[in-house]
């Protein structure tokens, strides 16, 4: 077969976020780069363009370079609406193909964080679906009203099917997607399918069929490498990857040959072309609920394609991939470091370690400190404190008599007083994934009678991962974890010395570093949020929470959550939490897993306001 390029490809390929006329422009030789701006590949382009047909200045012109009035806070606003309307509301004058392939332009900063959020909450209601149908699936079984259990992982994604919900369903993406990131994890194909990442439920190969296509050819999108064939060859960057078909379903081997067809076409096709694929891979994971992870791991380029004769003895289609240079590092190989250095870290990192446990025990699990960038150790000069410290005559104040607990002898259920206390149900699933955000969690305390593995004991029972701070080019000093962190996960609590309004007012005075608990946004209202679904949902009664007017010293001690930088897209939020005390003054701040964070991903909190403080913690 000819491996060369060929010019004659009729693509539909437009910059994405674009609703524009037809046009078919020829795929470049071995163009492998984003587009940027429109694309034209005609010899003598229209002098005179359609309005439609070109991209509006406002599209790429940064937030902060608008002038200060209120057009241009409108026009920001009009921006985001139709970026918003093209990628999830299928437009009513215009019914889009589900062929029609585009491709990402660049996009701005402000962009990448808009495209970021909008994944993040397609997700997040994906996942909080499933949740909500796991647990009620449970109540009906305990009330032996249900016979059979159905698959929440399909249900939800059915649901957000209704509600047109799905993400780039009506526009086949060749290359990047916007808001999916080169080694974010995923626990069910389905998930796959909701965000447009993969579009095939079980096949490996995702192609936008010949009929669909404007070049009258199938074209590969996307494929998952997940060990189910046995002429698979995964080197990581050098991929040998078989075709589609002749595989029998339980023996994982070839019992018939394969043809050159469907999926093996448009891989072909796609090399011919010289069109990058996407590929996701499957990963053993004992942290999934299906026990596998899958793991976007950035485009390769097809560069060769033959029949082979398989290990079973029939013919096999085989095509080898390269990954393409300058991208972010795979997140299998991310995963596998991580868990090599769990084990022996001095065997995989030397140099670099400042302490394998700044804690100095005062945790479930060692915090590493690491730094192969300068000489700063600015972390060991500050005491570790693992838990809130109260100085004295205001811990008397917060832990005064607040009531008895729960009467329940085994693990808590729905009818025990905290469970009526949390709005009339308990706020974890059997996992400890906290099932929805609120105003203020309450946990079992010490004067609860329930033991000590009740599923309302969750963030109490601190770190439950192998959390690192390092140093950062990009944030100053950051931290990051050596496990996977599944969405709605606790992380760990922010931690120092606790002080009243008049006391904090006098060390701001001093310069002194204070965190404020009332100026992190109320992020615990995404965590759990299924109104876009059912609109009219509403959850059990929430209890309400005063502003806390307290504030945290980390000036003199910290623990590892004061390391945490600053986004506005974070990917970890405040929970504030109540256990040992009741007094709803003072609130602990939990912090807990807004999306599945991979290994050795920085973590990123929202602090509301980047103030003189945050500086100081992550400099």
């Not at 602990?588 to 999306?595: P, Q, R, S, V, Y």
Request: glycine content about 8%; proline content about 7%; charged content about 25%.
């Amino acid at each position: 077969m000819d491996p060369s390029p060929s010019p004659s490809l009729d693509l539909n390929i437009v910059p994405y976020g674009l609703i524009v006329p037809k046009i078919e422009p020829k795929l470049e030789q071995n163009d492998l780069s984003i587009q940027i701006g429109p694309i034209d590949s005609s010899p003598n382009p229209n002098p005179n363009p359609s309005p439609d047909s070109i991209l509006s200045p406002e599209v790429h012109t940064p937030l902060q370079q608008l002038p200060p009035d209120e057009d241009a806070l409108f026009a920001e606003y009009y921006r985001l609406a139709q970026l918003y309307l093209t990628v999830v509301v299928v437009s009513k004058k215009k019914k889009l193909r589900s062929g029609e392939m585009v491709r990402v332009s660049t996009l701005s900063p402000q962009d990448q964080v808009y495209f970021r959020d909008l994944v993040r909450r397609t997700r997040i209601t994906y996942e909080s679906l499933r949740i909500l149908l796991i647990r009620e699936e449970d109540r009906a079984e305990g009330l032996g009203l249900l016979t059979r259990r159905s698959r929440a992982d399909l249900k939800a994604a059915a649901l957000m099917t209704d509600r047109e919900l799905w993400l780039n369903r009506d526009k086949r993406i060749i290359g990047p997607i916007p808001g999916i990131n080169i080694g974010d994890i995923y626990f069910f194909r389905m998930e796959l399918c909701v965000i447009g990442l993969h579009g095939q439920v079980q096949a490996g190969i995702d192609y936008v069929s010949a009929s669909r296509s404007s070049s009258g050819e199938p074209i590969a999108t996307s494929i998952i490498v997940s060990g189910g064939y046995e002429d698979d060859d995964d080197k990581g960057h050098e991929l040998i990857y078989t075709g589609h078909g002749g595989r029998d379903q339980n023996l994982h081997k070839h019992c018939a040959g394969q043809k050159l067809a469907g999926g093996n076409l448009a891989l072909e096709r796609s090399m011919n072309y010289g069109i990058e694929v996407r590929v996701i891979r499957g990963v053993k994971c004992d942290k999934s609920p299906t026990n596998k992870v899958y793991v976007y791991d950035g485009l390769y380029k097809i560069v060769k394609c033959w029949v082979d004769v398989g290990k079973s003895g029939f013919e096999v289609y085989k095509y080898k991939l390269l990954r393409i240079e300058g991208q972010e590092e795979m997140g299998s190989m991310l995963i596998k470091r991580a868990e090599e250095l769990k084990v022996n870290p001095l065997s995989v990192r030397p140099s670099g370690y400042l302490s394998l446990d700044m804690s100095m025990g005062k945790e479930n699990f060692p915090v590493s400190l690491f730094n192969d960038i300068d000489e700063d150790r600015d972390p060991l000069l500050f005491e570790y404190v693992a838990r809130p410290v109260y100085p004295p005559g205001l811990r008397e104040k917060v832990f005064g008599d607040w009531g008895c607990g729960c009467e329940c002898v085994t693990n808590c259920t729905v009818d025990c007083r905290c469970a009526k206390m949390n709005g009339g149900d308990l706020p974890y699933d059997k996992n400890g994934i906290l099932a929805r955000g609120k105003p203020v969690v309450y946990e079992c305390g010490s004067t609860c009678k329930c033991p000590l593995s009740c599923p309302n004991r969750v963030s109490q029972r601190g770190l439950k991962n192998r959390l690192e701070v390092f140093r950062s080019q990009e944030t100053g000093w950051g931290v990051r974890s050596l496990d996977l962190i599944r969405a709605g996960s606790f992380i760990c609590e922010f931690s120092g010395i606790v002080l009243t309004k008049q006391q904090a007012d006098v060390l701001t005075a001093n310069g002194e570093c204070l965190v404020c608990p009332n100026r992190f946004p109320g992020r615990w209202v995404e965590w759990g949020d299924i109104t876009d679904v059912f609109p009219d949902y509403r959850p059990p009664n929430l209890p309400s929470l005063p502003e806390p007017s307290f504030s945290i010293d980390v000036s003199r001690a910290r623990n590892v959550a004061c390391y945490m930088s600053h986004s506005c897209s974070p990917n970890v939020f405040v929970q504030f939490v109540l256990y040992d005390h009741y007094n709803v003054a003072y609130p602990h701040l939990m912090i807990f897993a807004l999306e599945n964070i991979p290994p050795l991903r920085e973590l990123s909190l929202d602090y509301g306001m980047v103030d003189e403080w945050v500086g100081k913690l992550t400099m």
